[in-house]
């Protein structure tokens, strides 16, 4: 992530920001429902919350980012299982660790954990997902935390 020279990188800097009212309470209310005692580290996960979004899109892709992709199918699709895989092959350096779990007679959940280029991740999760068979993929996106402090 560039580095952005008008602020000292590991000072911590007291801003004052301006908010209506009503929207401070709404914001108190859903930080305090998820276990913040401090306003102040609610906001910079915020701020780097959006700052994960943008390294995934950014128009060239390029930053390495890091994700978990779930999903679930169904193992008696015809030719499924080994469609799956030869995906995976496909991206090789992709896929840091994999987990897979029987969860009834019919259906496996597999967890990949993921670390690359944004690019190449959308494309691993969008081949994965349209493979008749896959119940449901989801994409959690996160970062190497290398641009987050
Ligand atoms: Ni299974």
Redesign the pocket.
């Given at each position: 992530m560039a580095k952005h020279t008008h602020e000292p990188a590991d000072e911590l800097i007291r801003v004052g920001i301006s908010l209506p009212g009503e929207l401070l309470g709404a914001f108190d209310d859903i930080i305090a429902r998820q276990g913040y005692t401090n306003r102040s580290e609610a906001i910079r996960d915020l701020i780097r919350e959006r700052l994960v979004t943008e390294e995934w899109s950014k128009p060239s892709a390029k930053a390495n980012v890091a994700g978990t992709l779930s999903i679930v199918y169904d193992?008696h699709q015809r030719d499924l299982v080994g469609k799956l895989i030869d995906i995976q092959h496909d991206h090789e350096g992709l896929i840091v660790s994999t987990l897979?779990v029987?969860l009834d007679h019919d259906n496996?959940l597999e967890v990949l954990v993921l670390r690359g280029a944004a690019s190449r991740i959308e494309s691993l999760t969008n081949a994965l997902r349209s493979q008749r068979g896959v119940k449901h993929a989801t994409l959690s996106m996160t970062s190497t935390g290398k641009g987050l402090r």
């Amino acid at each position: 992530m560039a580095k952005h020279t008008h602020e000292p990188a590991d000072e911590l800097i007291r801003v004052g920001i301006s908010l209506p009212g009503e929207l401070l309470g709404a914001f108190d209310d859903i930080i305090a429902r998820q276990g913040y005692t401090n306003r102040s580290e609610a906001i910079r996960d915020l701020i780097r919350e959006r700052l994960v979004t943008e390294e995934w899109s950014k128009p060239s892709a390029k930053a390495n980012v890091a994700g978990t992709l779930s999903i679930v199918y169904d193992h008696h699709q015809r030719d499924l299982v080994g469609k799956l895989i030869d995906i995976q092959h496909d991206h090789e350096g992709l896929i840091v660790s994999t987990l897979h779990v029987h969860l009834d007679h019919d259906n496996c959940l597999e967890v990949l954990v993921l670390r690359g280029a944004a690019s190449r991740i959308e494309s691993l999760t969008n081949a994965l997902r349209s493979q008749r068979g896959v119940k449901h993929a989801t994409l959690s996106m996160t970062s190497t935390g290398k641009g987050l402090r």
